[in-house]
Nanobody, 120 residues
Framework: EVHLEESGGGSVPAAGSLRLSCAASGDTNVISCRMGWFRQAPGKERERVASILSNGDTWYSDTVKGRFTISQDNAKNTLYLQMDSLQPEDTAMYYC?????????????WGHGTQVTVSS
């Protein structure tokens, strides 16, 4: 079993920055393939904003490309999301996810989320 715990959310004004962290514990060997950050705003579907493969390759949604940076510290079993130039439309609950043995996001492990609120 794997446990993911997010932290680092909060309230910031537009153009501000936040750094989210996701600490993984348990049988972390099964989640070594790909991890990612998702977000869900009220009334909207959950969307992937960034993900990273074990070889370091990254993917970003067009809405955050150039503003967000995903990284991981394998020694600490921690995933990060540096968010710069935040805008009110970035307001959402942010979730960390880790694929089980290179499977799909549907069957991934999920954290409980951390709230990000950006004021105009």
């Amino acid at each position: 079993e794997v446990h993911l715990e997010e932290s680092g959310g909060g309230s910031v004004p537009a153009a501000g920055s936040l750094r989210l962290s996701c600490a993984a514990s348990g049988d972390t060997n099964v989640i070594s393939c790909r991890m990612g950050w998702f977000r869900q705003a009220p009334g909207k579907e959950r969307e992937r904003v960034a993900s990273i493969l074990s070889n370091g390759d990254t993917w970003y949604s067009d809405t955050v490309k150039g503003r967000f940076t995903i990284s991981q510290d394998n020694a600490k079993n921690t995933l990060y999301l540096q968010m710069d130039s935040l805008q009110p439309e970035d307001t959402a609950m942010y979730y960390c996810a880790a694929q089980r043995s290179c499977g799909t996001w549907v069957s991934a492990y999920w954290g409980h989320g951390t709230q990000v609120t950006v004021s105009s």
